[in-house]
């Protein structure tokens, strides 16, 4: 009898642990247009990370990089520490670099879960044979922070954000 139990009982017991640790819960994000304006200068390209962070400093994620060459990734020194450990695949959130003066405006994904929690963001530049800004723009992500306009420290004239 007790084997009879055990049998009916072991389908019904997988399909529990199945589905528990089965499927990755799904976290909700939002989209945000980021615009990133640059200030006038002479040279390359400017290569930009917008990465996310924890609380602590830490790097979470790549949200978006601008410049698709990854020989001169090395040169954004800080993030390339993060992303040179976890070689995470970026070409789907990458772009061409953006010269003195001009613009780029770029779409970027947030989980929901970040915002009001502590996370940051933080924009670091560089441009070849030229300086490297490891905080240009650093804000704490909020949901005032994800409306506003951040001024930069070097080759960022300013960073806009706008939910999409």
């Known amino acids: 009898m007790s084997r009879k139990i055990f049998f009916k009982i072991l389908p019904i ?3 529990v642990i199945f589905t528990s640790f089965g499927f990755k819960s799904i976290t909700e994000t939002s989209k945000y247009k980021c615009m990133i304006q640059l200030k006038n200068y002479t040279g390359e390209g400017a290569y930009i990370a917008i990465s996310l962070l924890d609380p ?3 790097y979470v994620e790549t949200l978006y990089m601008v410049g698709d060459d990854d020989e001169w990734y090395s040169d954004v020194t800080e993030w390339f520490g993060f992303y040179g450990k976890v070689r995470n695949d970026i070409d789907a959130i990458t772009g061409a670099t953006v010269s003195g003066g001009g613009r780029t405006i770029n779409v970027i994904a947030i ?6 929690a502590g996370y940051k963001i933080r924009f670091e530049s560089a441009v070849e ?8 723009v650093e804000f704490e992500l909020t949901s005032a922070t994800v409306k506003s306009k951040f001024e930069g420290n070097g080759f960022i004239r300013y960073v806009r954000m706008m939910p999409q």
């Open 56 to 58: 602590k400093g830490e």
């Open 13 to 15: 017991l997988a399909i």
């Open 111 to 116: 989980e929901n879960d970040k915002i009001d």
């Open 129 to 136: 044979n030229q300086e490297y800004y490891k905080d240009d």
